[in-house]
Every structure is written in C-alpha cells, then in structure tokens.
C-alpha cells in the first residue's frame, strides 16, 4: 500500500501508546498509530494481501522484515486484546519472521493453499463441540 | 633414622664382641653383660621407632594418593563447571519481551473478548464455506429436543412445512454447540416442499435423499431458501474491509499529493465549515451594511426632497400662495383641488407621490 522509499528509522522503537492514554499523539491521516498498526497487522492475516505485499518487494525489503519484527509486539499484552482476528493474525506473524516464508508466499499457489486451509479450518474447529 | 639403627646395630655387636671375648678369656664381667642388655633394649626400641616410622611413611604416602585423587576430582568438577558454563551462555535467549511482568486480567474482561473475537473466529450457522460438513450431522441430531419432535412428525412427515419450521426453529435458537449442524437440515428439509419427493423414500433413508433433494433444487432458489447460502466465513479482514481502512485513506491522501503526517480529515473538514461560515457571515455584513447604506442614501434623498419641498413651499409662501405653513398633506390636499402645474411638478421627484396623485387623478 505505502509505496515511497522506507528507512529503518522510519519503524518506531517502542509501540504505540494503547488508546486510554494516547490522547494527544500525532495523527496520520486522522488516524492515530495505534489504529494504523492494528489495523495493519490484522491485514497481514489475509494471505492474498501478503502474497501482494511480496509481488511488490515488500518482504525482501530489510526495512520492512524490521518492521515485522517490530511489530511481534502485538504478540504480548496489552496490545494483545485489541486483535480481532487473533488467530489467522498471530500464527501469519509468526510465520513472517522467517525468511523461507517471506520468500515463499510470492507464489499464488501458495496464497491460495494457505486461503483454502484457512476457509476451512475456520468452519472445521469447532466441528466437535 | 637408618643412621640412629645403625648406631644401635653397632652397639651391640660391640657388646656382644666383649662378651664373647670375656667369656673366651673365661672371665665374665656383669657390666659387659649390662651393657650386653641395654644395647638389645636400645635395638629394640629402634627396632620399634622404626616400626612406627614406616607406619607414619605408609600412611603418608596413603594420604598423598589421596590428596592426588581428590586434586584430579576436584579439577574435573572445575573443568565440568567451566564446560556448563560455556555451554549455558551459548543458549541463545530471547532478548525482548521478557516475561518477567505478568499481565492481570479479570474473568470479566476475558470474557469480554471472547464475545468481541467471537463474529471472527465461528461461522455464522450455516455457512460452510463450502466443506461439507454432514459427517457429523449423524452424532448432532439426536439431542433430546430433536429428536422427540422426529417421533411425533414421523407419521406427518409428508406436511414439511410445519416440520422444517421448527427444526429451523430450534437450529437457529437452540444449543449453541452444534450450530452449523442443524442449519444444513433445515435448508433440506425446506426443499421438500419444492421438489415433491416421495415420501417412503424420505422415511426409510433420510440422508440419501436430503443429498438428492439438495442437488435437484434449482441453483437460483437455493438463496432464497437459505440467505446464507453463498454466505463465506473468512478468518481475517477481507480485501474489501483493507480497501475500506485507515491505511487506504492515507494511500488516497499521497495519492492526492497531501502529507498524512498531521493531517486530519476531520480537522480539515472543521476547518473548512468554520472557513464557510466566516465567509457567509462576512457576506452577510457586508449585505446589511450595503442595504444600510442604500436605507441612509435614500432617507438622505428623501430628506433632501422634503427640504427642497418646503423651501418651496415657504417660497411660494412669501410670493403669496395658498396654504403656507401648513402640513405637507394638507398642501398636497391642497394640489389636488388646483395648486396648478406650479405646485405638481417638484412632486414627481419623489415617485410615490407622484403616481398617488396620477392615481387620484385618474380616480377622480
């Protein structure tokens, strides 16, 4: 989606302030960045958008596998309770730290196993119960 | 210590020679004999000494085995240390997030979340995303409620209607367990009605022919009959709801030239009705100030005209006319019964009057 040059500095070091008390933080576009980071990690659970996340370089690029890095921190609480799609969004994350799937997920097929699977087991876990 | 033996050695041998030289020469002597006595004494102490000697040597050199071995074991034990140490630091360990702080939350809060994630982790009942999904219709539907309902509509089964009501009914109220199963069921039993099947079929097998009567209901009837039917469940956000977020916003911004640092929507949008309205408002004054205007620039004229008016008036007073001094409307009374040209002239200046005497006029 962004699509001008990026810089390490560019990621931020520390995650955002969670909304009770980020009040007076600069906004992007209106939007503030913990929203812009939620809504973002929560994208990448989408298997289709990753796959064009790597058509356009994305995933190859070092800024960028930083910023992935970076933000494991919705991995850990409190940010953790604001995901609503925690499943999809934290095993995709997990997945994109390592270097074999960034560079695999540019293939569709891939995309579109990993969109089936997903369709599927979302139906097919609580089959049981 | 060989040296002091020695010595004691040589004693007696000293004393035995003088005795058996004395016992030779027939001529014994009580001193050689004491003497004889008391270097075997010293011998044998000797002797003893160095009895305990060689005990103290072997229990020294038992100590150095000893002391040998534990050196060698306790250099093991410090080699060993060294080694796990090494090996210890060699572990990689996590260098963030250390999980030092547990994070606290209450029942109520987890359960909070477990009801905002749940529209996005279970399928609204009924959509399948295409997995069939009847295997395990067998072991769902002979709950109680169900299948006590089955025994009473068995012999009415051919009336569909009333049954697949209220087994929609309960698929859709019941126990929330099971909800994808009983929801297929209704949408089967609702073809029923449709595809007229025959009705011993449907009682000796009923899965059979629910997969029949699902596979001949025509494919555009099949939403009408369930409006989940083309219904997919995605476990994360769809390309639709991307296009529709914040990040989409902003790409629209930079696309449009504008810098998302900063900047607001909501806050331009303010910006620009508060801009609106100091320029409605500033129009507005300017409106009223110019109607202001025209209202003094017209009272001016009209003034003027009266004063004009009265000038005359008092003119054609001093000359002798009628009706100096009085009241306007009087004059204009006055006019009317034939003040002359004279007096109707000035008049037309101010344009109402004028046409109120035309329309006298024509009245009269």
């Known amino acids: 989606m962004e699509s001008g040059p990026m810089s390490v500095d560019s990621s931020a070091l520390d995650p955002p302030a969670v909304p009770e008390d980020g009040a007076n933080e600069p906004k992007y576009g209106g939007y503030s960045r913990f929203e812009l980071e939620l809504e973002f990690v929560q994208s990448l659970a989408n298997p289709q958008y990753l796959n064009y996340l790597a058509s356009r370089k994305f995933l190859t690029n070092p800024a960028f596998v930083a910023y992935l890095d970076y933000l494991q921190y919705w991995t850990r609480p409190p940010y953790l309770k604001y995901l609503t799609f925690p499943t999809a969004t934290l095993k995709m994350l997990e997945l994109l730290q390592q270097e074999k799937f960034r560079q695999d997920i540019i293939s569709p097929d891939l995309a579109m196993a990993l969109f089936s699977e997903g369709m599927k087991t979302a139906v097919e876990w609580h089959r049981e119960g | ?364």
């Open chain 2, 1 to 364: 210590m060989e040296k002091d033996l020695d010595g004691r050695f040589e004693r007696l041998e000293k004393a035995i020679g003088q005795m058996i030289d004395t016992l030779a020469k027939n001529n014994p002597s009580s001193k050689v004999a004491e003497e004889l006595l008391a270097a075997e004494r010293e011998l044998t102490e000797g002797l003893k000494l160095l009895e305990t000697h060689q005990n103290n040597n072997a229990r020294i050199q038992e100590l150095r085995q000893e002391t040998s071995l534990l050196d060698t074991q306790i250099k093991d034990i410090a080699s060993s240390l060294w080694n796990m140490r090494k090996e210890l630091k060699a572990i990689p360990t996590t260098p963030k997030y250390p999980t030092s702080t547990k994070h606290q939350f209450t029942t109520s809060e987890l359960l909070a979340y477990a009801r905002r994630i749940s529209r996005n982790t279970l399928p609204l009942p009924g959509v399948t995303n295409g997995v069939d999904m009847t295997p395990t219709q067998p072991p769902t539907q002979p709950t109680e409620p169900e299948d006590s309902f089955r025994l009473q509509s068995q012999p009415t089964q051919t009336q569909t209607p009333t049954t697949s009501f209220n087994l929609s009914f309960n698929g859709t109220v019941g126990t929330p367990g099971p909800m994808s199963a009983p929801t297929p069921n209704t949408t089967t039993n609702d073809t029923q009605p449709t595809t007229q099947q025959p009705p011993p079929s449907q009682q000796q097998q009923q899965h059979p022919t629910k997969a029949t009567a699902e596979a001949k209901l025509p494919q555009h009837l099949k939403p009408a009959v369930n409006p989940l039917h083309d219904a997919a469940f995605h476990p994360w956000p769809t390309e639709d709801k991307i296009r529709m977020g914040g990040l989409a916003a902003i790409q629209r911004l930079v696309d449009r030239g504008v810098d998302p640092r900063g900047h607001d929507p909501e806050e331009e949008e303010r910006r620009q009705r508060e801009e609106e309205q100091a320029r409605r408002e500033a129009e507005e004054r300017a409106r009223q100030e110019r109607e202001e205007a025209e209202r003094r620039m017209r009272e001016e004229r009209e003034r003027m005209a009266r004063e004009r008016e009265r000038a005359r008036q008092m003119e054609a007073a001093a000359g002798g006319g009628g009706g100096g001094g009085i009241e306007r409307r009087e004059s204009r009374g006055g006019e009317g019964a034939g003040a002359g040209a004279a007096g109707h002239k000035p008049k037309q200046f101010t344009f109402l009057g004028a046409d109120d005497d035309d329309d006298d006029d024509e009245d009269d």
